[in-house]
């Protein structure tokens, strides 16, 4: 992945390796330019006020680039360590799944 060109006209390589431990610098930038706000369905907590999530865990083989990233509000994120999951679709859509597998609708 590259980000956007920077005020000197230069391109900003954003993964590497993918095996940061957080999202931060352009990689944080460039997950946060993905929404206006935390990705769970119905939260309007705006990404300033977000973090930089891991859409699969780390733990689970997850990797720190924009393509494995989301905007989480704090509850939100925390909510994903009691069995709750996040993934982005083929067309960039997100979808939150409950611990039975069944999807949060909006």
């Known amino acids: 992945f590259t980000g956007p060109a920077q005020p000197s006209g230069e391109t900003v390589v954003l ?6 431990k957080l999202f931060t610098g352009p990689l944080r930038a460039a997950v946060m330019l993905l929404m ?3 990705y ?5 907590v705006k990404v300033s006020h977000c973090q930089a999530d891991h859409l ?7 990797r720190t680039n ?7 509000c704090g509850r939100h994120n925390r909510l994903k360590e ?3 999951t996040a993934r982005r679709d083929a067309r960039g859509r997100m979808h939150v799944d409950r611990p039975d597998g069944t999807e949060i609708d909006y």
């Open 15 to 20: 993964d590497a390796s993918g095996y940061h």
């Open 36 to 38: 206006a706000s935390c």
């Open 40 to 44: 769970w369905p119905g939260c309007n």
């Open 56 to 62: 699969n865990p780390r733990r689970n083989g997850g």
């Open 66 to 72: 924009p393509g494995n990233g989301g905007p989480a």
């Open 82 to 84: 009691h069995g709750y």
